[in-house]
């Protein structure tokens, strides 16, 4: 069975199990329901034990949830995205190379705006400068979000700001933590990194044809790889308590249409705003930003209305900042 027809199928038995979660169902129905012989149930039944899911097998009778599972299954994210413009098309996968190498396939076969990608695990997850992204699996927030704006491909980078304001607004509500915003991408709790966001897009000179918006948030990891641990960290980590997954993606996905929205009708003047107002980066930070083999220290001073970094270097002169790693200095 292809791939992505295992993982809808297997979204349909995860929504299944959870519409009948007060009782115990029958194999036979299941197999049924999905069209798949009855033989493939506990090798699937054992796939979603692995993520988590709490799933107790009656020999000879079916198969009850125990427990409500955290995953954001197609169904389950449409439910609570109605009228949305982000619910018109769903895609998510047990695992994928890529969210962002999907969502640019499916950008590629005209995908319409709003089409999102959310996978449980990547294999080859991906952040700024090709860097790889550590994708634990059913621990973090892992998703695509494909994009057809009508502005100037030079307002692009405002997206980039306008996603890192929805991730931070959503993090901050669901942790109680206070959070902070690196220019351009990157979301911080305590001066460690926990989500990020990565922007690509395809355009003509004067049309852009789509963006991809890709969102990795570290949500219920309980280890940070060694030699990411002094700069990242998770919601988990800092609170020490587990969140949802489901509700932290609905929360994003909310916040991302009403800032897009004020993007489209009134320009990128309040995103900015927004930004500047939660980043201790933006204004008034002595920075060091680093970008190949070359490297700009100053004082920072606000964001044009591109939404590009000003520095003030040490010799007085206002730099540009159009890309870079920016750290404290």
């Not at 992505?4 to 299941?30: F, P, W, Y």
């Not at 125990?66 to 995953?71: A, N, T």
């Not at 692009?156 to 991408?185: C, F, H, K, M, Y």
């Not at 897009?201 to 219920?220: C, D, F, Q």
Request: aromatic residues 4%; proline residues 4%.
């Amino acid at each position: 069975m292809p791939e992505r027809q295992q993982d809808r199928k297997l979204d349909r038995l995860v929504d299944l199990l959870v519409e009948n979660a007060m009782v115990v169902l029958s194999g036979t129905k299941i197999a049924s329901e999905l069209r798949v012989p009855h033989s493939t149930l506990g090798e699937w039944m054992d796939r979603l034990r692995d993520l988590g899911v709490e799933v107790r097998g009656f020999p000879g009778s079916g198969y009850q949830m125990v427990r409500l599972p955290d995953i954001p299954t197609a169904g389950a994210v449409r439910s609570h995205l109605s009228g949305s413009r982000f619910g018109t098309r769903i895609q998510h996968s047990f695992s994928i190379d890529s969210t962002m190498s999907e969502g640019a396939r499916l950008a590629a076969k005209g995908a319409p705006e709003g089409t999102l990608v959310v996978a449980e695990e990547q294999t080859a997850g991906r952040g700024r400068f090709g860097r790889h992204w550590h994708s634990e699996r059913a621990s973090g927030l892992y998703c695509t979000l494909v994009l057809r704006p009508s502005v100037a491909p030079s307002m692009a980078p405002v997206l980039t700001l306008l996603a890192g304001v929805s991730v931070a607004e959503a993090i901050q509500e669901a942790s109680q933590t206070a959070v902070d915003l690196r220019w351009p991408n990157d979301v911080l709790i305590n001066e460690k990194k926990c989500a990020g966001i990565l922007v690509e897009m395809t355009a003509e000179p004067l049309r852009i044809s789509h963006v991809l918006i890709g969102i990795g948030i570290n949500v219920n990891h309980v280890l940070i790889p060694a030699e990411l641990a002094e700069e990242a960290t998770s919601l988990r980590l800092q609170a020490g308590r587990a969140f949802s997954r489901l509700e932290l993606l609905i929360s994003v996905l909310k916040r991302l249409e009403y800032y897009y929205n004020r993007f489209l009708d009134h320009g990128a003047a309040g995103i900015i705003a927004r930004f500047e107002e939660i980043s201790s980066y933006a204004r008034g930070r002595r920075v060091q930003v680093t970008d190949g083999g070359s490297a700009v220290s100053g004082m920072t001073e606000g964001l044009t209305p591109e939404g590009i970094l000003l520095v003030r270097r040490e010799d007085g002169k206002l730099e540009k900042v159009l890309s870079g790693q920016v750290r404290p200095a």
